[in-house]
């Protein structure tokens, strides 16, 4: 062994000892201390937190904080609106979208007009999708299109935004439009091609090219972290993005650097790449790719894909906290049940159903889907009442295996790592400023299976701190060895 060899091996050791242990409550007392303990780091000096630890298999509460507290749930609002999806529109719902043009208007391989691609507000549709659609074209031997491709997204009215988003995140692929026909999550790509010396502007291309946005590019090459300081804003409410930032010149080992950005027409970009892939694929495209709604005549279905099922759907938003795929779960509810795709419609139906499974009508203020609003509030009681009723519907698997795994995937990879709760705890997390939340469900030690509910706001201290404590209580439930 070399030198350098035991000396990490001293390191690990002394780390080792170092840690703190891992707190294994023996007794109902000793865990309700223990998790009082955890609430009081000084971290959360000046917030509140709600708690509510519940016993599965006896239905005794075990532990209690403010549990009528309405507070900000950030993305722990997934769970009320992916719960409410499975169980108003079935494991088995799909989006389709959906390819039209007027009736007759198909005839020896000419489409004499218009086409129009119609979405039902899948928020997944992406390359395969759109692949998928011009396979179909190409088998019913379409060779051209005389008129424009048009796309309709007006399943989901105005507006894009949720109310009370923040309008200094617009640019972030986490605030992203909803629309009714959505393509590539809504965001796009843009490269910054470093110049071989520093002091020159770097390049930018891109991706997908056809984009509908415009790049200002304000990008400069210097020695500097990689792509430290790299940003896109895109102008607020309209389409002209704004690269900033240096980057290190190729001279000095520097790379090409993707930042993200959103969309604000995902109608007009999604038919924008399928006109793309339309010419790619040798079907003459005459007009241009735009916006708009299909005529009411346009009643030839030419081809339609299918995203995959909602049994499948509630883990793409869940695991990665998508806020765009909550978004259209909430407005297809509305859709699907009262026939407008409103935030308005989907509300109305979310909360009748919380009162179906006994969740008080004031415990929730409901404004989004997605937890991104700061103004919606919910109470601990109400994601207990949520999480208790999914562990009785015939959902009940899907809906657990659709939550993130401590120290396995989503949110959680990287949390509660080598502990009682890694493999074991499957949970929603939720961040926001000053706001912190994880809420699901455990095993101990012993066997039982709790459900829990943490909700933090108004806390000064980082995330990171606001976790540690949350990281804390969950593990000190599933190594619990007491009954």
Same mark, same amino acid.
């Given at each position: 062994?070399?030198?350098?060899?035991?000396?990490?091996?001293?390191?690990?050791? @002394?780390?080792? @000892?170092?840690?703190?242990?891992?707190?294994? +409550?023996?007794?109902?007392?000793?865990?309700?201390?223990?998790?009082?303990?955890?609430?009081?780091?000084?971290?959360?000096? &000046?917030?509140? =937190?709600? %708690?509510?630890?519940?016993? #599965?298999?006896?239905?005794? %509460?075990?532990?209690?904080?403010?549990?009528?507290?309405?507070? !900000? +749930?950030?993305?722990?609002?997934?769970?009320?609106?992916?719960?409410?999806?499975?169980? $108003?529109?079935?494991?088995?719902?799909?989006?389709?979208?959906?390819?039209?043009?007027?009736?007759?208007? #198909?005839?020896?391989?000419?489409?004499?007009?218009?086409?129009?691609?119609?979405?039902?507000?899948?928020?997944?549709?992406?390359?395969?999708?759109?692949?998928?659609?011009?396979? =179909?074209?190409?088998?019913?031997?379409?060779?051209?299109?005389?008129?424009?491709?048009?796309?309709?997204?007006?399943?989901? +009215?105005?507006?894009?935004?949720?109310?009370?988003?923040?309008?200094?995140?617009?640019?972030?692929?986490?605030?992203?439009? %909803?629309?009714?026909?959505?393509?590539?999550?809504?965001?796009?790509?843009?490269? %910054?091609?470093?110049?071989?010396?520093?002091?020159?502007?770097?390049?930018?291309?891109?991706?997908?090219?056809?984009?509908?946005?415009?790049?200002?590019?304000?990008?400069?090459?210097? =020695?500097?972290?990689?792509?430290?300081?790299? /940003?896109?804003?895109?102008?607020?409410?309209? /389409?002209?993005?704004?690269?900033?930032?240096?980057?290190?010149?190729?001279?000095?080992?520097?790379?090409?650097?993707?930042?993200?950005?959103?969309?604000?027409?995902?109608?007009?970009?999604?038919?924008?790449?399928?006109?793309?892939?339309?010419?790619?694929?040798?079907?003459?495209?005459?007009?241009?790719?735009?916006?708009?709604?299909?005529?009411?005549?346009?009643?030839?279905?030419?081809?339609?894909?299918?995203?995959?099922? !909602?049994?499948?759907?509630?883990? #793409?938003?869940?695991?990665?906290?998508?806020? !765009?795929?909550?978004?259209?779960? $909430?407005?297809?509810?509305?859709?699907?049940?009262?026939?407008?795709?409103?935030?308005?419609?989907?509300?109305?139906?979310?909360?009748?159903?919380?009162?179906?499974?006994?969740?008080?009508?004031?415990?929730?203020? $409901?404004?989004? &889907?997605?937890?991104?609003?700061?103004?919606?509030?919910?109470?601990?009681?109400?994601?207990?009442?949520?999480?208790?009723?999914?562990?009785?519907?015939? @959902?009940?698997?899907?809906?657990?295996? /659709?939550?993130?795994?401590?120290?396995?995937? &989503?949110?959680?990879?990287?949390?509660?790592?080598?502990? +009682?709760?890694?493999?074991?705890?499957?949970?929603?997390?939720?961040?926001?400023?000053?706001? /912190?939340?994880?809420?699901?469900?455990?095993?101990?030690?012993?066997?039982?299976?709790? !459900?829990?509910?943490? #909700?933090?706001?108004?806390?000064?201290?980082?995330?990171?701190?606001?976790?540690?404590?949350?990281?804390?209580?969950?593990?000190?439930?599933? &190594?619990?060895?007491?009954?």
């Amino acid at each position: 062994m070399s030198t350098a060899e035991r000396r990490a091996v001293v390191w690990l050791v @002394l780390v080792t @000892l170092a840690a703190p242990a891992v707190a294994k +409550p023996a007794t109902r007392e000793s865990l309700v201390r223990e998790l009082d303990a955890a609430l009081t780091a000084p971290a959360l000096r &000046g917030g509140v =937190q709600a %708690v509510i630890v519940e016993c #599965l298999d006896t239905g005794d %509460v075990w532990y209690e904080r403010n549990p009528n507290l309405l507070l !900000l +749930p950030a993305s722990n609002q997934k769970l009320i609106t992916t719960a409410a999806a499975l169980a $108003l529109l079935g494991a088995d719902y799909r989006f389709a979208t959906t390819l039209k043009s007027r009736k007759t208007a #198909l005839r020896d391989g000419v489409i004499r007009g218009d086409l129009y691609l119609c979405g039902s507000g899948d928020p997944f549709l992406d390359e395969d999708g759109l692949d998928d659609l011009v396979r =179909q074209l190409t088998q019913r031997g379409v060779k051209e299109v005389e008129g424009s491709i048009v796309g309709d997204g007006s399943c989901y +009215p105005p507006p894009a935004y949720g109310y009370g988003w923040s309008w200094d995140d617009m640019s972030y692929y986490y605030s992203a439009p %909803v629309c009714g026909l959505n393509y590539h999550r809504n965001v796009c790509d843009i490269t %910054v091609i470093p110049a071989e010396r520093p002091g020159h502007r770097a390049g930018v291309r891109l991706l997908p090219s056809c984009a509908p946005v415009s790049i200002v590019n304000q990008t400069m090459t210097r =020695q500097t972290e990689e792509g430290g300081d790299l /940003s896109a804003e895109r102008d607020l409410g309209g /389409s002209t993005v704004r690269v900033a930032g240096a980057i290190p010149p190729r001279s000095a080992g520097g790379r090409e650097t993707a930042v993200r950005v959103t969309v604000s027409n995902p109608a007009l970009y999604a038919v924008r790449r399928l006109r793309e892939k339309l010419r790619s694929a040798g079907i003459l495209v005459r007009g241009s790719a735009k916006q708009g709604t299909a005529a009411s005549d346009a009643t030839e279905v030419i081809g339609t894909t299918f995203s995959p099922p !909602l049994s499948e759907l509630v883990r #793409l938003v869940n695991k990665p906290s998508d806020n !765009l795929g909550a978004e259209c779960l $909430l407005r297809a509810i509305g859709l699907a049940r009262k026939g407008v795709g409103s935030v308005a419609a989907g509300r109305e139906e979310v909360i009748a159903w919380l009162k179906s499974i006994g969740a008080p009508a004031d415990g929730i203020i $409901l404004r989004d &889907g997605s937890g991104l609003s700061r103004m919606n509030y919910v109470t601990a009681y109400t994601l207990r009442c949520v999480l208790r009723a999914m562990t009785t519907s015939p @959902l009940a698997d899907i809906y657990r295996e /659709s939550l993130p795994v401590a120290g396995v995937d &989503g949110t959680l990879r990287s949390r509660m790592k080598d502990t +009682p709760a890694q493999g074991n705890c499957r949970a929603k997390t939720g961040y926001a400023s000053n706001v /912190s939340s994880l809420s699901g469900y455990v095993a101990t030690k012993s066997g039982k299976r709790l !459900l829990f509910v943490i #909700l933090m706001n108004n806390h000064a201290c980082r995330n990171a701190d606001a976790t540690a404590v949350q990281d804390r209580m969950a593990v000190a439930l599933a &190594g619990y060895d007491g009954e």
